[in-house]
């Protein structure tokens, strides 16, 4: 069965400076990946995936994640926060094939100062 | 394009009692699925429902059940509610392996 760790609970960072949240996952074959970000009472949304090709994956909002097999990493960065990606941000592993059902992480809430 | 849609909103409730919750998946979406959020965790699979069939159960009590309908919305079913049950929960439907998430049911059990 796949894992997720995130190590970080809490990342606090000032405005305009670079972010990098970090997962690591635990399955035998090379996995589906996502990176989640959800606002206080609010539900899930999705902010970039790896399924295979190009290890550097962008998504939305200027978010960007690489996988590192050889880590068994999929960590998320993002050169230059917002006031507004205050946020949890949840890193999911699913198996290819069948229900792709997603195993996630406990989540890192990002603390953003002005 | 509408996204996933739940409700209600918000529920509160007693222990002992049943509660139902209600999920439309993106049009085209065949898929479903449920999960349960405490404050502070991640997400939990409770169900998957493809085309009215249970794919998929997570680590969840009997008190628990879901349905799909022909025009695939789904309901989440819980019986004899505990404080324990108090959570957000969600729904997504998925399509080409990618979950697309709803707002969540926020349940409170008194």
């Known amino acids: 069965a796949q894992s997720v760790t995130q190590p970080d609970i809490h990342i606090t960072v000032s405005e305009g400076a670079s972010l990098e949240l970090r997962c690591n996952y635990s399955?035998?074959?090379?996995?589906?990946l996502f990176w989640y970000v959800q606002s206080p009472g609010q539900g899930l949304q999705l902010l970039l995936k790896?399924?295979?090709?190009?290890?550097l994956v962008q998504g939305i909002k200027g978010f960007e994640a690489e996988f590192k097999r050889s880590q068994s990493s999929f960590n998320l960065r993002k050169p230059s926060v917002h006031w507004s990606d205050a946020a949890e941000y949840f890193c999911?592993?699913?198996?290819?094939?069948?229900?792709?059902?997603?195993?996630f992480g406990r989540g890192t809430s990002l603390i953003v100062h002005p | 394009d509408a996204g996933v849609t739940q409700s209600p909103t918000h529920l509160i409730k007693t222990r002992g009692q049943h509660v139902t919750l209600r999920c439309s998946p993106i049009s085209g979406h065949k898929s479903v699925s449920w999960y349960q959020q405490v404050l502070g965790q991640g997400p939990q699979f409770i169900f998957q429902y493809y085309e009215k069939e249970e794919r998929g159960r997570g680590n969840f009590p009997d008190r628990f059940s879901a349905r799909q309908f022909p025009n695939y919305s789904s309901e989440l079913n819980v019986n004899a509610l505990l404080l324990g049950d108090s959570a957000l929960y969600l729904c997504?439907?998925?399509?080409?392996?990618?979950?697309?998430f709803g707002p969540g049911t926020r349940l409170t059990v008194l």
């Open positions: 997504a439907s998925s399509s080409q392996g990618t979950q697309y």
């Open positions: 399955y035998g074959a090379t996995p589906y």
């Open positions: 790896y399924f295979s090709g190009d290890t």
């Open positions: 999911a592993v699913g198996a290819p094939g069948g229900s792709y059902i997603p195993t």
